[in-house]
T-cell receptor, first 117, second 111 residues
Framework: NAGVTQTPKFRVLKTGQSMTLLCAQD?????MYWYRQDPGMGLRLIHY???????AKGEVPDGYNVSRLKKQNFLLGLESAAPSQTSVYFC????????????????FGPGTRLTVT | ELKVEQNPLFLSMQEGKNYTIYCNYS?????LYWYRQDPGKSLESLFV?????AVKQEGRLMASLDTKARLSTLHITAAVHDLSATYFC???????????FGKGTSLLVTP
């Protein structure tokens, strides 16, 4: 199993350009997440999905859109990149434990380092 | 709003010494996670603590959870250089399917 993979690993954008980050998982997990990591800020949740066709906003959703058309894929889009979106982006996936929504743990991808100039 | 605070944020310690990293959180949660991140790498799961009083150990690291005090600790015993990394704690949010992360503790173990 490859686990959680992210494409691309590095990208440099100019202000105003758009791009899509792809996350794929082969563990049949129901839940998927996008985080951004900035120095001294820990990880902050951008958007997440609890199932195919569903998405929800996290802590810092502005400037990003997401889609989950297939269970194994979760896409993060930047329509008009800004320098404030320079960051390392991590995708994660998780599975549900028991009858409730509680997750067990999250598995992280290798990250995408994005620079917006 | 669920807040997760770690301290210290930076820790430099000598090999062979013991130390504890603390993770406090602001609302009720019965599930806490510890992750390790090496520079330029992804996050690796260390421990999942599922209930009050849970204690888990792996090598020189031991994690515990006190849900009444809303506190988790990560204890390092006889530190070695290979433990140098950033350690994050995370708490299960009230929704049950998202994690709130602390800002991380950057640990440097020196000879």
């Amino acid at each position: 199993n490859a686990g959680v993979t992210q494409t691309p690993k590095f990208r440099v954008l100019k202000t105003g350009q758009s791009m899509t980050l792809l996350c794929a998982q082969d563990m049949n997990h129901e839940y998927m997440y996008w985080y951004r990591q900035d120095p001294g800020m820990g990880l902050r949740l951008i958007h997440y999905s609890v199932g195919e066709g569903t998405t929800a906003k996290g802590e810092v959703p502005d400037g990003y859109n997401v889609s989950r058309l297939k269970k194994q894929n979760f896409l993060l889009g930047l329509e008009s990149a800004a320098p404030s979106q320079t960051s390392v982006y991590f995708c994660a996936s998780s599975y549900r434990v028991g009858q409730g929504f509680n997750i067990y743990e999250q598995y992280f991808g290798p990250g995408t380092r994005l620079t917006v100039t | 709003e669920l807040k997760v605070e770690q301290n210290p944020l930076f820790l430099s310690m000598q090999e062979g010494k013991n130390y504890t990293i603390y993770c406090n959180y602001s609302t009720t949660s019965d599930r806490l996670y510890w992750y390790r991140q090496d520079p330029g790498k992804s996050l690796e799961s260390l421990f999942v603590l599922l209930s009050n009083g849970a204690v888990k150990q792996e090598g020189r690291l031991m994690a515990s959870l006190d849900t009444k005090a809303r506190l988790s600790t990560l204890h390092i015993t006889a530190a070695v250089h290979d433990l140098s990394a950033t350690y994050f704690c995370a708490v299960l949010s009230n929704s049950g399917y998202a994690l709130n992360f602390g800002k991380g503790t950057s640990l440097l173990v020196t000879p």
